[in-house]
């Protein structure tokens, strides 16, 4: 039963032939008509092979670790100037911009601040510690933000005070207050 059936089905099917000489026709029309513009490829004009003589000195695109430099500076006298002689705290490497205020505690009564940078790292905060590119120091640690002390060149070899907040925001990078 199973044979006639599919005899029977193949049979039926192999009466179905599409009728495309219309498309057929169509296609040749177009084909006929159609102009076809190619643009040539271009000329290029064929370099001389430089050859770098390099090879010895630091990548430049890598950043140099662990190199201390000589900052020069001219020191004006009775002038308010940073240390520049100390060693930098890790959070000195980033911008305020690039660090956001997650949160305070309090413990051995010494409050201390949560500081998330943009590379997703959490630092614990205490006044006096050091944070920020501009040589900023914590003030005071409040509920919903952070207080810093920023020294920025006045151009004239003078440093000048400057009272920053790192507040609390979705990520890092959306501080409004610097």
């Known amino acids: 039963m199973k044979r006639i059936s599919f005899l029977l089905s193949l049979v039926l099917l192999s009466g179905c032939q599409p009728d ?10 177009v084909s006929e008509t159609t102009q076809v513009a190619i643009e040539p490829y ?6 001389e ?3 770098y003589q390099g090879e010895a000195f630091r990548d430049p695109f890598v950043r140099p670790k662990n190199q201390a430099f000589e900052t020069v500076t001219q020191v004006q006298p ?3 100037q940073p240390d520049f002689q100390r060693a ?8 305020i911009d690039a660090m956001v205020y997650k949160g305070s505690f309090s413990s051995g009564g010494k409050r201390y601040g949560l500081v998330q940078t943009n590379t997703g790292q959490l630092y614990q905060v205490t006044a006096g510690d050091h944070i920020g590119l501009f040589y900023g120091k914590v003030s005071r ?3 919903d933000a952070i207080v810093i002390t920023e020294m920025l060149p006045d151009g004239t070899g003078c ?3 400057k009272e920053a907040k790192l507040g609390k925001a979705a990520v890092a990078g959306e501080q409004d207050n610097v």
């Open 42 to 47: 271009p000329e290029f004009a064929s370099m």
């Open 88 to 95: 930098k705290q890790p959070l000195e490497r980033f911008g």
């Open 159 to 161: 440093w000048q005070r």
């Open 49 to 51: 092979p430089f050859d």
């Open 78 to 80: 009775n002038c308010v």
């Open 20 to 29: 495309v000489t219309d498309l057929q026709a169509y296609v040749q029309q």
């Open 141 to 143: 640690i409040d509920n």
